[in-house]
């Protein structure tokens, strides 16, 4: 490829690069793991001959799902060997993603943490479909399938996915209150305000992965999760503070140790009260919750 034809082929990956990095890190749930995705991408593009290619943005989202989807498939043995839970990496997101609710969702922590039980192409195909509304016949061409077979696997991952995701979809003025009143339950050390903005089913998942302390495997039930938060994940060698941010594209709280990043917490909000809490603690997965991210789903 020549200058002019690689200056053709960097504009127009420029344009896609946060779509193509979005498709990456829904498949994915890591933004070191899309970012790799990428690279690759873009060394499979500048090999190709524009002048044949009819869509570029189709053909760069075809070029990535199969990255991604063969690096999601090596990922599974490593996700096996992991310590304690394993949750997706937390990023700080432009105000755009929450003003676009159907991608504020896509990428919530709640819903990553569902699509994580979905098969690699499950997770590929209910990605492409419902959230960037792929052809069934491109899908189809993108993974070797026929489209008949991909309307059947979207029909089985989406029954999967509404079986395990919210029931309804949440305010973020209603998530923003609850983890509100979870950050002055926990502040002035308050149990019982801390018991009522909680929901008596409620599942802590803590993410340290063998880096930093956390529980490693689900707490289930208010109580359990009280002790647990005025008890050994409360305990720190300094000054532990809390602060609002929006983390993927939905409310969460930032929390500092000395100043220092130590971890975030989301939460998934049912009827007024919180009942799922994500914290992620494991300093690799902290990089990008200060600095924010672009998405997009176009």
């Known amino acids: 490829m020549d200058d ?30 899309a970012e790799d995705v990428l690279q690759e991408t873009w060394l499979r593009w500048v090999q190709v001959d ?5 869509d570029p943005r189709a053909y760069l989202v075809r070029i990535t799902t199969r990255q991604a989807l063969n690096r999601l498939r090596t990922s599974k043995r490593r996700k096996e060997a992991y310590v304690g839970s394993w949750l997706p990496e937390p990023l700080l ?13 896509s990428v919530s922590m709640a819903l990553l943490v569902v699509l994580e039980t979905l098969s690699p192409t499950e997770r590929a195909v209910f990605v492409l479909r419902e ?24 029909h ?5 996915v509404v079986a395990r995701r919210p029931r309804a979809v949440v305010s973020s003025r209603e998530t923003r209150a609850a983890l509100a009143s ?6 002035t050390g308050d149990a019982q305000a801390l018991l009522d903005v909680l929901a008596p089913e409620v599942v802590l998942v803590a993410d340290g992965g063998g880096r930093r302390r956390a529980a490693l495997r689900p707490v289930a039930g208010a109580d359990k999760v009280v002790r647990l938060l005025f008890g050994g994940l ?3 060698d300094g000054t532990l503070t809390a602060s609002p941010a929006v983390i993927n594209g939905s409310p969460a709280l930032l929390l500092r140790l000395d100043g220092e ?8 909000v049912e009827d007024g009260r919180i009942s799922h809490l994500y914290f992620v603690r494991n300093p690799e997965k902290l990089t990008r919750v200060e600095t924010e991210t672009a998405l997009s789903r176009r």
Not at 50 to 54: A, D, F, G, S
Not at 136 to 147: F, G, N, Q, R
Not at 182 to 187: L, N
Not at 261 to 268: E, I, M, S, T
């Open 261 to 268: 990043v130590d971890g975030v917490l989301a939460a998934r």
């Open 234 to 236: 409360g305990k720190t």
């Open 156 to 160: 089985r991952a989406r029954q999967h």
């Open 93 to 105: 997101t432009t105000p755009d993603v929450a003003e676009d609710l159907e991608l504020a969702e």
């Open 50 to 54: 524009l002048e044949q290619v009819r």
């Open 131 to 154: 959230v960037f509304d792929v052809g069934y016949d491109e899908i189809a061409a993108t993974l070797d399938k026929t489209p008949a077979a991909v309307r059947q696997i979207v």
């Open 182 to 187: 979870f950050q002055r339950a926990v502040e």
């Open 4 to 33: 002019r034809g690689a200056g053709a082929a960097t504009d127009v990956f420029v344009a896609h690069r946060n779509l193509l990095f979005t498709v990456a890190y829904e498949m994915l749930g890591s933004s070191a793991d």
